[in-house]
């Protein structure tokens, strides 16, 4: 899976620090009729399908997602705006197996295996960012999931993503998030040491 921005709110938005620009995310008003909330079974099955009208490489199936959200809740999460579901962002909360099958390129992103992730109760080790999708306006509903994930079991947690589209890679500069090589792929991190305010 793979993260799309489109209708991205970012472009040509002035220079500001990381932390800004997440400020400005997360200010309520900016969110105004956009939300998030926990993936249904039937949010994913849609959300797949916006996956395969949009990605021209191989994606995890609806069932493996399902399987990640069963064994790790709030894992993908849903964006709804006032038309109905609008996008999603979908996470592995990765343990110490994971991170290190993600580094040198052992993970299987398209079915990824149980034992590399943080079940249930257990904090993981890195939040990797495995899919997002939002149509326009419903960018700014990933600020609604950055806000919920600090009050779950993934405060704190650092976010890794690997981009491969135009888009993402808006996304991730955009946001100012920290980019470094890894297993020679090139990741950006979102270092969350503390609650975003």
């Not at 709110?9 to 998030?36: K, T």
């Not at 080790?125 to 993934?154: N, P």
Request: positive net charge.
């Amino acid at each position: 899976m793979e993260l799309i921005a489109r209708g991205s709110v970012y472009r040509g938005a002035p220079q500001r620090r990381p932390e800004e620009r997440l400020g400005r995310l997360l200010n309520p008003s900016r969110r105004r009729g956009v939300y998030a909330q926990p993936a249904s079974q039937s949010d994913i099955h849609a959300l797949h399908g916006m996956f395969k009208t949009r990605i021209d490489q191989p994606i995890a199936p609806p069932e493996a997602a399902v399987r990640v959200q069963n064994a790790s809740p709030n894992s993908i999460w849903s964006i709804y705006a006032s038309d109905g579901l609008a996008g999603g962002v979908a996470f592995l909360p990765l343990n110490t197996l994971g991170l290190y099958q993600l580094i040198y390129g052992k993970l299987d992103l398209t079915d990824p295996p149980l034992a590399a992730l943080a079940v249930r109760s257990e904090r993981p080790v890195i939040l990797y960012l495995w899919a997002a999708i939002a149509r326009h306006r419903a960018v700014i509903g990933f600020a609604d999931v950055l806000r919920q994930l600090d009050v779950q079991r993934f405060r704190g947690i650092d976010i890794w993503m690997h981009t491969v589209t135009p888009g993402a890679e808006r996304l991730a500069e955009g946001l100012g998030l920290e980019c470094f090589g890894q297993g020679g792929r090139r990741y950006y991190k979102h270092a969350r040491s503390g609650p975003l305010t």
